[in-house]
C-alpha cells in the first residue's frame, strides 16, 4: 500500500515537471532573438534582447517578469526604466525581428527570379536583400536599428538566386552568360560551368533554379 502510494507521489511529480519544463522551453523560444521596438526616449527605432532565461522562469513559475538583457543604446543607456518593454508585452511576437523579416517577405516577389515567396520557416534557408545599388545583405547583417530603413530601400532576393548572384558578384569571372529563353524569361541568364562541375539552370516545370550535374 505504501509503495503504491510512492509510485503515485512520483508519477505526479514527474508529471508537473514534464509539464513545467515544457511551459519553460515554450516560453524561452518565445522570447528568444532580438526584437525591434521604438525608444520611448529616442522615439527610434532600437534592437532590444529580452532575458528569455528570467521570463520562461518566471511564467513556468505561475508569474510573468519581462526585464532586457540587451538594448542598442547600451551600456550608456542602461540605467534607463526599460519603458519599451510595454511594447513588447502588448505584441512579442510581433516585435521578434524574425518574424517581421518573414512577415515582410511574405506575397513578396524575389526581384531575380519573381518567385512569389511563401511562408518561412526556422530551417529553411533564409533569403536575402538587394540594395538600389546591388548589394546584398544577409539578415544576420541588418543591424536592428536599421531595419525599417533596409526594408523600405531593399528588394527580397531568394536563396537560390542569393547564390548565384553573390558569386557572380564575387568571381564574375567564371559566369558565362547566355541569350534568355522566352520560356524562362523571368528567371536569371546566368548558367554555371563553374569549379566542381556543379550547374544551375531554369527548372523546365517553372520552379526555381535547381543545382544540376550536366
Ligand atoms: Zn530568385
Known amino acids: 500500500m505504501i509503495t503504491a502510494l510512492y509510485v503515485v507521489i512520483g508519477t505526479a511529480f514527474l508529471v508537473a515537471l514534464l509539464l513545467a519544463l515544457r511551459g519553460f522551453i515554450k516560453n524561452y523560444v518565445k522570447w528568444r ?21 528570467h521570463a520562461a522562469v518566471t511564467a513556468a513559475l505561475g508569474g510573468h517578469d519581462l526585464i532586457l538583457a ?21 505584441s512579442p511576437e510581433g516585435c521578434l525581428i524574425r518574424n517581421i523579416l518573414k512577415s515582410w517577405y511574405l506575397g513578396r516577389a524575389c526581384v531575380y527570379c519573381g518567385r512569389k515567396f511563401r511562408e518561412i520557416h526556422w530551417h529553411d534557408h533564409k533569403p536575402a536583400l538587394r540594395s538600389k ?3 546584398f545583405v544577409e539578415w544576420s547583417q541588418i543591424p536592428a536599428e536599421s531595419l525599417p530603413d533596409v526594408l523600405r530601400t531593399h528588394d527580397p532576393v531568394c536563396w537560390n538566386c542569393f547564390i548565384a548572384e553573390n558569386f557572380r558578384l564575387v568571381h564574375p569571372e567564371l559566369v558565362t552568360d547566355r541569350p534568355r529563353k522566352p520560356a524562362a524569361s523571368h528567371y536569371p541568364t546566368h548558367t554555371w ?22
Open 33 to 53: 532573438g532580438e526584437m525591434l521596438v521604438t525608444c520611448p526616449e529616442s522615439e527610434k527605432p532600437t534592437g532590444v534582447v529580452l532575458n528569455a532565461k
Open 70 to 90: 540587451n538594448c542598442t543604446r547600451w551600456p550608456e543607456r542602461q540605467n534607463c526604466g526599460q519603458e519599451c518593454l510595454s511594447q513588447i508585452e502588448s
Open 133 to 135: 545599388q546591388g548589394d
Open 193 to 214: 560551368p563553374l569549379q566542381d562541375g556543379l550547374n544551375y539552370e531554369p527548372d523546365p516545370d517553372g520552379e526555381a533554379p535547381l543545382p544540376s550535374n550536366h
